[in-house]
């Protein structure tokens, strides 16, 4: 599996999945520049999109549930009303019961990241909470965002 760096000199090439996301008046913060906490929102939007709606998987079936272990968001350039973000999402790492998503966020019409990032599922039985193997049919959809 091929390694990135997360940082500035990521490129959209890099990410095979992309979802386009308006910023919204109300994401803004008192320094006019989109809140850093709507950062991992916006990750999460392109990674659960692409799950749910682009492959139409009910992640609840079946008694697995997922639970974030861990996430990152570097800053690049701030994002800012009414920007379209374009999120391009990617497998950096798929395990046995983990997988972790890169995201890049770009906005729509520059080449420059504006932030990278990423999270750390876990897959856990939905009632004890233990580690559980990644369903075949979710790791089929997640084997198709391996650069």
Known sequence: MQTFPLDRTETRDNFPHFLEIPTRWADHDEYGHVNN??????????????????????????????????NLCRFHAPLKFPDVVEA??????????????????FVK????????????????EATSESARRIPDNVRACLEKLIP
């Open 88 to 105: 391009g999402l990617r497998i950096g790492k798929l395990g046995n019961s983990s997988v972790r998503y890169e995201v890049g966020l």
């Open 109 to 124: 019409g520059r080449d420059e990241v504006a932030a990278t990032g990423y999270f750390v599922d876990v897959f856990v």
């Open 37 to 70: 906490a709507k950062y991992h929102t916006l990750m999460e939007m392109v990674i659960m999109h692409y799950l749910t709606v682009a492959n139409e998987l009910d992640l609840a079936a079946g008694g697995v549930q997922c639970f974030t272990a861990e």
